[in-house]
């Protein structure tokens, strides 16, 4: 707990380590072991906070305990999360203590009875429960405490709206504060005192330097997951937001289940040549491949509106090799997309979906996660 705090005034490099871009959340998962713990009683919520929060909103990071890992092996662990995994899962290895970093760096976290969700919840991390071993905490202990003060993931509300909640009643929740307080009883001195005593057991004489706190050392790469060539399909809610700007949010179609209520109205994004067939025939949107020398955007398209009946628009990127895209729509229409003022990051996919939803020509502002862009549409 005393490296934790030392930690927070560095929560920002913290953030860019774990490669958090401007605007975008980090929720921590943490999970204990046993049948009662996170991923015992509740893995479906890695698919849950990968399915139903946007993803150029939130990064996901799933901190496991070591008894699970050496439990059942790297390879197993990895095996159960490999599809959450290629859709941009973030598992730090047992070995290392980049938990404690992203504890520092979290906006939110769902926890089990677990020490993570203690000393979460004494940073003042806002979080809910996702499971919990009532029948093996000990009453009256600070765990016990807090798994009656922090909310339990409902089945069926959508989890943003969950976290946006639990933000807003945790902030100055003054009895989540009292638990917290009762992690340590001398903060910022366990080095020094638990120091002493070693010494004083071994009869040495303590080193010269003092025993203070170290700030969280900064975490290293995760190792980064092999991807193919293919983008995974993509539900996009596209929407006007009260300034004029169109806000346009991405959820992993793969992970969908349950209906909470977190898709409005999307349309359904992906890739020409996925090599998943459940998808061919309800794209709405298809990211093509660039036009072979011979081929014209027109004829391009139709090679792909033949292997995808209920396509729509057809989306290439331009051949100048900018981020903006042409698009082919099936009653042969063409219009054309160029990012403006730095939108250039956002890609010729964003660009796509923003053709399918807008009618005409212009200039539309456009907000994915914390990043916004110019596409003059033409």
Known sequence: MDDLRAGLPFRAEYRAALGLTPGRKLLVLTSTWG???????????????????????????????????YGHSGWQVRAWLAP????GLLLPAPETDTWKAALVAADAFIGDHGSL?????????P????????????AGSPMARLGA????????????????????????????AAIGGLVTSRPTRAAELLRRLYYERLELDEP??????????????LPAE????????????????????????????????AVTGHLADPHLVVAE???????????????????????????????????????????????????????????????GGRWEEGGAALGFGVAASVLYAVAGSGVVSVRVGGAVGVLRVG
């Open 35 to 69: 049948p009662h713990s996170l991923l015992g009683a509740n893995m479906d919520l890695v698919r849950r906070a990968l399915a139903e929060l946007p993803h150029d909103e939130y990064r996901v990071l799933a901190a496991v305990h070591p008894n699970i890992w």
């Open 84 to 87: 959450y995994l290629r859709a």
């Open 117 to 125: 969700t203690l000393y979460a919840a004494a940073l003042g991390v």
């Open 127 to 138: 979080g809910l429960l996702g499971a919990f071993g009532d029948d093996v905490v000990a």
């Open 149 to 176: 003060a922090l909310p339990r993931v409902a089945p069926d509300v959508p989890l943003g709206r969950q976290l946006r909640r639990a933000a807003a009643a945790q902030a100055d929740d003054e009895r989540l």
């Open 208 to 221: 010269a330097w003092p025993a203070v706190p170290r700030p969280v050392a900064l975490p290293l790469p």
């Open 226 to 257: 092999r991807y193919g060539p293919v983008p995974p399909p993509m539900f996009v809610d596209v929407r006007p937001e009260p300034d004029g700007t169109l806000g346009l949010r991405r959820h992993v179609a793969e992970f969908q289940g």
């Open 273 to 335: 040549g996925d090599p998943d067939g459940r998808w061919a025939g309800a794209a709405d949107v298809v990211l093509g491949r660039a036009p072979g020398p011979r081929e014209t955007y027109r004829s391009a398209a139709e090679r792909v509106f033949a292997a995808h009946g209920g396509c729509w628009l057809v989306a290439f990127p331009d051949r100048e090799g900018g981020a903006g895209c042409v698009a082919v729509t099936r009653d042969g229409g063409v219009l």
